[in-house]
Nanobody, 120 residues
Framework: QVHFVESGGDYVEPGGSLVLSCTGSGFSWSTTPMTWYRQVPGKEREVVAAISSSGDSVHVAGSVAGRAQISKPTYENVLYLQLRRLKPEDTALYYC?????????????WGQGTQVTVSS
C-alpha cells in the first residue's frame, strides 16, 4: 500500500523560505516521478511542481515560478520542495504523490499534508 508523509510546513512571514519534505513507501522511488500539490479550503488541489523519475525533467507551476525548486536526490528516498520569497497566497496544505502532474481527482490515496502559512 502506498503511503506518504509530508513535513516541513510552518508559519512564516512574507519573503521567508521553507523546505518541505516527503517520504513514502509502497513504491519504487528510483522509477517513480513525483509531484507536489497544494490545496486551500474550498479550492481544488493544484499542482505546484513535478519531477521525473530520473530528475532530468521538472515542471513548476506559474504561480511559484522562480520561487520553487523540486528535487529528488538519488541517494535518498525523499522528495523536497524548496519555497523562497513566500507570499500570503502560498498559504495552503501541501501534499506529495506519485506520478508526473496527475490530476488530483484521479488520486485516491493522500498523506496528511503539511501546512504552510504565510502571514505577517
Amino acid at each position: 500500500q502506498v503511503h506518504f508523509v509530508e513535513s516541513g510546513g510552518d508559519y512564516v512571514e512574507p519573503g521567508g523560505s521553507l523546505v518541505l519534505s516527503c517520504t513514502g513507501s509502497g513504491f519504487s522511488w528510483s522509477t517513480t516521478p513525483m509531484t507536489w500539490y497544494r490545496q486551500v479550503p474550498g479550492k481544488e488541489r493544484e499542482v505546484v511542481a513535478a519531477i521525473s523519475s530520473s530528475g532530468d525533467s521538472v515542471h513548476v507551476a506559474g504561480s511559484v515560478a522562480g520561487r520553487a525548486q523540486i528535487s529528488k536526490p538519488t541517494y535518498e528516498n525523499v522528495l523536497y520542495l524548496q519555497l523562497r520569497r513566500l507570499k500570503p497566497e502560498d498559504t495552503a496544505l501541501y501534499y506529495c504523490n506519485r506520478g508526473y502532474m496527475r490530476a488530483s481527482k484521479n488520486i485516491d490515496s493522500w498523506g496528511q499534508g503539511t501546512q504552510v502559512t504565510v502571514s505577517s
